[in-house]
């Protein structure tokens, strides 16, 4: 399963780093994903990061801004998310995937507002 943290409520420009904890499967050879959903729209990929964090990947509007990593010691996936945005407002969640099977997480808000 995997279980995220570190959602909350931060002002535009503030920080916020989300953790997903991995367990019951072998985190360190999926690749892992962050994702993003607001209310009445599609999920949308956030940034990916290799199965040994080799090779990251982000959508436009957060390159720069994000840090996707993992540790895989720890089997914790982490987003660092910078000069944070109203419209980054959404739930976050995080997913492992492999050629067989994939696991989300169940999700964490993150607020930006004033």
């Known amino acids: 399963q995997l279980v995220e943290s570190g959602g909350g409520l931060v002002q535009p420009g503030g920080s916020l780093r989300l953790s997903c904890a991995a367990s019951?499967?072998?985190?360190?050879?999926?690749?892992m994903s962050w994702y993003r959903r607001v209310p009445g729209k599609e999920r949308e990929l956030v940034a990916s990061?290799?199965?040994?964090?080799?090779?990251?990947s982000y959508i436009d509007s957060v390159r720069g801004r994000f840090t996707i990593s993992r540790d895989n010691v720890k089997n914790t996936g982490y987003l660092q998310m910078n000069s944070l945005k109203p419209e980054d407002t959404a739930v976050y969640y995080c997913?492992?995937?492999?050629?067989?099977?994939?696991?989300w997480g169940q999700g964490t808000q993150v607020t930006v507002s004033s």
């Open positions: 990061i290799s199965s040994t964090a080799t090779s990251t």
């Open positions: 997913k492992a995937r492999d050629l067989r099977d994939e696991y």
């Open positions: 019951g499967f072998t985190f360190s050879s999926y690749i």
